[in-house]
């Protein structure tokens, strides 16, 4: 049985496996000015195991502490220690160069920069990727669920919001001739889906298929 010593010990040793484990996910990919999508897809990633990505969408503004709720001073609190950690992090995946003139910006304020300062080069490979996608078909022999995954994962790795009737179209494109009665039923129904509900309604029309010998 654990003395109390040795599970303060084990526990710090888990804590330092899990940090070192997140650094090391962090440092795969180093932000050079040309890598922009690469290294923020990474970054939101490795966030997103701290519940920690929201320091990038949300903007840090000062409270007043003496009209504030002990609620909002402590939710405050908690946003100014992860807006810290993650500023660090990023920094500390940049090149040096970098490194010295964001060094100074928070996490909020360094994503919107980088935004629109790259906007262009991340238009230009969105575009490339939709095309890839639009020309796309489902290759011989793949399941449909692996077929979607690769599809939607090379989407999210844009870091841009996409319409998910759009997601679904170029999905449904995508798909084989013997999908297609599958599509036409689909288009005739009407029926407003999710991403996640049309991989289902796949999934269903995959078996059917092998059922049939497809």
Same mark, same amino acid.
């Given at each position: ?9 084990? *526990? ?7 940090t070192f484990s997140l650094l090391s996910i962090y440092a795969k990919v180093t ?9 923020? !897809? ?6 997103? /195991? ?5 320091? /990038? ?21 908690? !946003?100014? =220690? ?29 994503c919107k920069e980088l935004m629109e300062k790259y906007h262009q080069r991340s ?8 095309? *890839? ?9 793949? *399941? ?28 449904? !494109? ?12 689909? !288009? ?9 509900? /049309? ?10 298929? =092998?059922?049939?010998?497809?």
């Open positions: 049985m654990l003395t109390s010593n040795n599970a303060s010990d084990s *526990s710090n040793n888990n804590n330092s496996l899990n932000f050079n000015g040309s890598n922009f999508n690469d290294w923020m !897809h990474n970054i939101r990633m490795a966030l997103r /195991l701290e519940d920690k990505e929201y320091v /990038l969408n949300k903007e840090l503004n000062e409270i007043d502490e003496s009209k504030d709720t002990p609620d909002e001073i402590a939710e405050y609190r908690a !946003h100014c =220690k992860d807006v810290t950690k993650v500023s660090y992090i990023m920094v500390a995946t940049m090149t040096p160069e970098l490194q010295l003139f964001y060094e100074d910006y928070w996490p909020y304020e360094t238009l230009q490979e969105r575009y490339k990727i939709v095309n *890839s996608l639009i020309i796309t078909k489902m290759k011989d022999g793949e *399941s449909v669920t692996t077929h979607l995954q690769r599809n939607v994962d090379r989407l999210q790795k844009l870091n841009v919001n996409f319409d998910e009737e759009l997601v679904i179209d170029i999905v449904l !494109h995508s798909l084989p001739s013997f999908y297609d009665q599958f599509k036409l039923t689909y !288009h005739l129904k009407k029926k407003e889906v999710t991403l996640s509900q /049309l991989q289902g309604l796949l999934r269903t029309a995959e078996s059917g298929l =092998k059922t049939k010998g497809i």
